[in-house]
């Protein structure tokens, strides 16, 4: 079947069976940040902004995003450059292996567009759902915290 | 190859023709609303999904009566966490459980009619809307109203929910959920709510609910027997906590033995009921 998706910003068509999943559409198109780690729901590794809402593309069939807006980390950099939030987690050394990063950046991009001004506790439980293996999270969490306070006193919309 | 057993998806544009297309697929269509379960743990054998997500079912008000608010089968668990009719309802007890269900993630996919389809014995949200009196618009033809407890926890070919309703109750009555797992993403291994109403300082009505028994949660009917026309004062906690426990048929599973349920179930009874009773008139009054 066609699926027609906007990705990235770029309206598309592409081939999908009715049982494939967006992550494995969005990977077979070449959008290698989308990651899979459980398949499950479990992880957050396959995070992708769904009409602007972060959610587990593993458990999201391709043929239910059919019209949808789809953002991956290919797709949110400021202009050529970095988004705030990717800029915020290089200069927090919140990044190690990397796996989790592009899932971490999209959920703290719809996390903030909601909530600009977080407590840490908000952070922490907006990333309850992407786990990372390698950080201990706090690096993670300061990320996030500084990412808000680059968003509140710039221009950028998150 | 996710579903491999998926043979199609449809996207009917009505209520109607989602119910025929669901009556029509001979036992192997099913609806699919946020996939969060469908697509996790598929059906076995071929299936047509039917997906509801796209209906015009995600509205969030307060019904024509002002006695419920309404919440369409298709609205998101992030939605209903954001509807500002939600926020302060019982003393934004409905927000705070839902904002331990899952993650952020699953709850902008999730939604509260496939949470109902779904009903796992451990569903945080079955506990709380059980014991806040919910019911579930149901339509089958025609639409009807039916109680929350009253839905059967396994999918249906001839029927579909359209609507979730939460009773809107005065200042006098107060409720109240806990829930308890290992991790806070982890699922419940056990968890229980109250609703306390109060008039002239007496407990009027009561629901006392447990979930994740590990059975599919239900009304203690023996512990709120226990509360009726009591000032809710320790003896009658101490009551309902005690006739909860023995009422209720505790079990071992992976999660958690029956022992360690019976000290669980026993802490979060009485932890509602005070909360519960903090909420009402009788909050001003020291425990006796
Ligand atoms: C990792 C993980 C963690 C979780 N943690 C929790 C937790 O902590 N607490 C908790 O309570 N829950 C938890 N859940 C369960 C989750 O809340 C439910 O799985 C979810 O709400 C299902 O909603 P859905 O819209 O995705 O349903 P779907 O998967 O789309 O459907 C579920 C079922 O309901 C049926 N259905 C869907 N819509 C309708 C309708 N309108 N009318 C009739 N039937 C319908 C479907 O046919 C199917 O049988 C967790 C799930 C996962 C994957
Ligand atoms: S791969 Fe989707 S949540 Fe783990
Ligand atoms: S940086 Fe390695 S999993 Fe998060």
Redo the contacts with the bound molecule.
């Keep these: 079947m066609k699926i027609r998706m906007t990705v990235n910003g770029t309206p598309r068509e592409m081939d999908a069976a009715p049982g494939d999943t967006l992550l494995e559409l969005l990977r077979r198109e070449g959008l290698k940040s989308v990651k899979k780690g459980c398949g ?3 992880c957050g590794a396959c995070a992708v902004l769904l009409n602007g809402r972060a959610v587990n593309s593993c ?1 999201v069939l391709a043929a239910k995003a059919d019209g949808a807006s789809v953002t991956t980390i290919e797709g949110i950099s400021d202009n050529g450059g970095l988004h705030p939030v990717q800029q915020a987690f290089l200069d927090s050394g919140a990044i190690q292996c990397g796996y989790c990063t592009p899932s971490m950046v999209l959920t703290a991009i719809d996390f903030l567009s909601r909530n600009p001004d977080p407590t840490d506790d908000q952070i922490r439980a907006a990333i309850a759902g992407n786990l990372c293996r390698c950080t201990g999270y706090d690096k993670q969490v300061a990320a996030i915290r500084d990412a808000a306070s680059r968003i509140r006193g710039g221009t950028h919309e998150a | 190859m996710g579903l491999p057993h998926v043979t199609s998806i449809v996207r009917p544009s009505s209520v109607e023709a989602a119910l025929n297309l669901l009556k029509n697929g001979n036992g192997a269509a ?11 743990q598929p059906p076995s054998g071929d299936i047509t999904l039917v997906d ?1 997500s796209a209906l015009p ?1 995600r509205d969030i008000a307060v019904t024509e009566d002002g006695q419920a608010i309404s919440i369409g ?2 609205a998101t ?1 992030t939605e209903i966490m954001e509807s500002k009719l939600i926020v302060n309802l019982y003393h934004g007890e409905l927000i705070a459980m839902l904002g ?4 952020p993630l ?1 709850r902008n ?3 509260i ?6 009903s ?1 014995p ?5 506990c709380l809307l059980l014991a806040l009196g919910a019911k579930v618009e149901v339509y089958d033809g025609s639409y009807r109203t039916v109680d929350l407890a009253d839905i059967a926890p396994r ?1 249906r070919q001839d ?4 609507r979730v309703l939460i009773p809107i109750h005065g200042n006098g009555t107060a409720v109240a959920f806990e829930t308890f ?1 290992l991790t806070k ?4 291994m056990l968890n229980c709510a109250c609703s306390i109403s109060i008039v002239a300082g007496k407990v009027v009505a009561a629901r006392v609910v447990a979930g994740g028994t590990p059975a599919r949660a239900s009304r203690i009917h023996a512990a709120e027997e226990r509360l009726l026309g009591t000032e809710l004062d320790a003896a009658s906690i101490q009551h309902a906590t005690d006739a909860a426990v023995s009422d209720t048929g505790l079990r071992d599973d992976v999660r958690a033995s029956a022992e360690y349920r019976r000290v669980l179930l026993k802490t979060g009874i009485r932890r509602c009921l005070l909360r519960a009773r903090a909420r009402t008139a009788l909050g001003s009054k020291p425990l006796s």
């Design positions: 499950t729901g479990d458990l | 099913r609806l699919l609303a946020g996939g969060v379960d469908i697509v996790r509801v079912l089968a298709t668990l331990r269900v899952a993650s699953l996919l999730a939604t009619g496939g949470s109902i389809g779904s796992h451990w569903s945080d949200i079955h999918p029927q579909l929910f359209t797992s993403f982890d699922v419940a």
